[in-house]
């Protein structure tokens, strides 16, 4: 089963109007962490925001903010007032313990979402 | 801060020959760093965790013999291509890790 499932291959917003890129995980460790990246044609991770599973409060961050429920395993972004420089890739990703042994964390991605906006 | 970056961004080569990709962490010293795999309309997939100063762990279907990691300190991890084919060509982006994740640009390997 997919640890990271975004089942919008492609979504359409116009300019100024929000939109919903919708996320749900599937993980039995009761510590994680969810974060949504956007990628631009040119190919950079740009990390937009992050939601811990202890957190009670949504994450946000400027025109960004994190839908968490976690009861039904979903973390779907909401991004405000679209702008035409939105129109990128965006991937949410978990993070759980790594198999590598070293404290660090591996970062299981989405398929990503295109989201194109509209003037 | 926390600001990664990759050497060569763009690279073409001849099939049958070896590239070598850098990933630097600039201001930060990083412990981890994850090489991943991007091929055209796909999401990122993890190939192999690599850790200063030890061997790097590959993800199940990476052929460790193939792409060579090396992270030889603390802020820089190589990854070597050899005997790069055709199927190679793709979007290669790494990450050095603290505790998040910092991507480096990524670097597009064409191979003819």
């Known amino acids: 089963a997919q640890k990271i499932t975004q089942t919008q291959p492609g979504m359409f917003v116009q300019e100024k109007e929000a939109v919903t890129l919708d996320c749900t995980y599937d993980?039995?460790?009761?510590?994680?962490?969810l974060f949504w990246y956007k990628q631009p044609s040119s190919g950079e991770m740009i990390f937009l925001i992050y939601?811990?599973?202890?957190?009670?409060q949504n994450a946000t961050e400027g025109r960004y903010s994190l839908n968490f429920q976690k009861a039904r395993k979903s973390a779907n972004l909401v991004i405000s007032a679209s702008q035409l420089g939105d129109s990128a890739m965006y991937f949410c990703?978990?993070?759980?313990?790594?198999?590598?042994?070293?404290?660090?964390?591996?970062?299981?991605f989405g398929k990503g979402t295109k989201l194109s906006v509209i003037p | 801060g926390a600001v990664v970056s990759q050497h060569p961004s763009r690279v073409i080569c001849k099939s049958g020959t070896s590239v070598k990709i850098e990933c630097r962490s600039l201001?930060?010293?990083?412990?981890?760093m994850f090489w991943y795999r991007q091929f055209p309309k796909q999401s990122l997939m993890l190939m192999a965790t690599?850790?200063?100063?030890?061997?790097?762990?590959?993800e199940q279907g990476v052929e460790k013999d193939k792409f060579l990691i090396n992270h030889a300190s603390l802020t820089l991890s190589t990854l070597t291509v050899t005997s790069a084919h055709p199927e190679d060509s793709s979007f290669y982006i790494c990450?050095?890790?603290?505790?998040?994740?910092?991507f480096g640009p990524g670097t597009r390997l064409t191979v003819t």
């Open positions: 690599s850790n200063e100063g030890s061997k790097a762990t590959y």
């Open positions: 990703a978990m993070r759980e313990a790594s198999n590598s042994g070293a404290g660090s964390y591996q970062l299981t």
């Open positions: 990450s050095a890790s603290l505790y998040e994740q910092y």
């Open positions: 939601q811990g599973s202890y957190d009670e």
């Open positions: 993980t039995s460790d009761q510590s994680y962490g």
């Open positions: 201001d930060f010293q990083a412990t981890t």
